[in-house]
């Protein structure tokens, strides 16, 4: 199955791993059997190490959301490679093995960071739905929102951390069954996937 086709979508999440929020989302996850890639915030993946290594062992995937979620969009490439190196380092001591194929910009905020975690083996991802979760309108209305924006092949922009995530992890688990059953399937995407159009 690959995002691009017909009534495919990816769920990604940003801003973690968040104590609370991160268990409950990995358990409505794993409850519909949907994968979903984690933007890890490098000084959280410090902290939740454990949290981690269940994203991985419950088959999802990681991306670089940078060190401390700063606006990097000024910044000199020089900058940026030691920042996404260090969120790096901070990951693989978490999960050495693991792959970190993806990279997102804080704030969608991209400057020269597409260039510098290509050079890095990351690969640049945007979205094509935010539902802004990040002021949370209540859980009807982000699944209003997702339910009625998404397209073939989109990938939706989600956060379980950075504040109280309940509504967006209440909001995911409402919308997956009525989703299925209109033939929406979840997938991973591809590595080719690098727009940074967020």
Known sequence: MTIGTDRVLCLTFDDGPHPVHTPRLLEVLAGHDVPAVFFLQGD??????ELVRRIIAAGHALGNHSM???????????RIASDLLETN??????????PLPYFRAPYGAWGQTP??????GMRPMGWQLAVTDWVPPGTDELARRLTEGVTPGAVVLLHDGGGDRSQTVDAVD???????ADGWQFALPPLSVVSADG
């Open 44 to 49: 959280q993946a410090a902290k939740y190490p």
């Open 89 to 98: 380092a901070v990951i693989r001591r978490a999960v050495p093995q693991a």
């Open 174 to 180: 409402a919308v997956i069954p009525p989703l299925r």
């Open 115 to 120: 260039t510098v975690a290509t050079a890095l």
């Open 68 to 78: 401390h979620h700063d606006d990097m969009s000024d910044w000199t490439l020089g």
